[in-house]
């Protein structure tokens, strides 16, 4: 791990690290600062989606909150190095949203197999390859044919669009294949950030920075909505 989070040993700057000292038994445990990072990175899409909706309909995130504000300015070294961690195991958000994917089909993976045991997922396969054909034919035979007669060119490819459009609908219910969420970066981006937040609370408090209950609540807070969005979504798949 080769950022400001490690130390030159290997151990981490922030979070939970040993140097042959056991504390005692009435010490409070450790945060692993780790935790909302690691979290994030098993994250599937539809997480995501359903997170990104509760944070839009919550009346905390429409605007950012003073306490958050100001924690982040009057701690830019630890910023930075939740940053860091965040980054490390997320990648960029480009790479998020592929482990989220992977995610996604890993969930999915059981209804595919029931699907092609049942014969469904040919019959798709089939459908789709009969659409694909077709729209390639006709502008083909047109173009082949009467290549100068652009009023018929220019309808028969909007037609095309529109079978295009229409079949795909089709096809995309009767796969019967749950549907992709469309996942905007700027939301997205404000995930991140909750999950930066809620780091930059645990290295923090590991830090013994001693953070009024409210300041670390407030921290905490958009990653407690990503968890509960989540765990609904986990439901809704058990």
């Known amino acids: 791990m080769t950022n400001e989070y490690r130390l030159d040993d290997g151990t981490p700057r922030y979070g939970s690290r040993s140097d042959g000292y056991m504390p005692d038994e009435t010490?409070?445990?450790?945060l692993r600062v780790e935790e909302a990072a690691e979290g994030a990175a098993r994250l599937g899409l539809d997480d995501m989606a359903a997170a990104i909706d509760r944070r839009l309909t919550s009346a905390?995130?429409?605007?950012?909150d003073p306490l958050v504000t100001a924690l982040r300015k009057n701690h830019p070294e630890e910023l930075a190095?939740?940053?860091?961690?965040?980054?490390?195991?997320?990648?960029?958000?480009?790479?998020?949203?592929?482990?989220?994917?992977?995610?996604?089909?890993?969930?999915?993976?059981p209804t595919l197999r029931r699907r092609r045991a049942s014969g469904s997922a040919r019959e798709v396969f089939i459908l789709r390859a009969i659409l694909l054909v077709g729209l390639i034919a006709l502008p083909t035979y047109l173009v082949a044919t009467d290549p100068n007669d652009l009023l018929k060119l220019v309808l028969v490819g909007i037609?095309?669009?529109?079978?295009?459009?229409?079949?795909?609908?089709?096809?995309t219910a009767h796969a019967r294949v749950p549907v992709m969420p469309n996942i905007r970066a700027a939301w997205l981006a404000e995930l991140r950030e909750d999950i930066v937040d809620a780091t930059l609370v645990a290295i923090l408090q590991n830090n013994?920075?001693?953070?009024?209950?409210?300041?670390?609540?407030?921290?905490?807070?958009?990653?407690?909505?990503?968890?509960?969005?989540?765990?609904?979504?986990?439901?809704l798949h058990s």
């Open 60 to 64: 905390w995130a429409d605007r950012p």
């Open 81 to 109: 190095a939740a940053r860091a961690l965040v980054k490390l195991h997320l990648g960029s958000q480009r790479q998020w949203r592929l482990k989220a994917q992977a995610v996604r089909d890993k969930r999915l993976a």
């Open 159 to 171: 037609g095309c669009i529109a079978v295009a459009m229409i079949g795909g609908h089709y096809l």
């Open 27 to 30: 010490a409070p445990a450790t």
């Open 208 to 235: 013994g920075a001693g953070l009024d209950e409210r300041t670390a609540a407030a921290g905490r807070r958009g990653w407690a909505s990503i968890q509960t969005a989540a765990r609904a979504v986990e439901e």
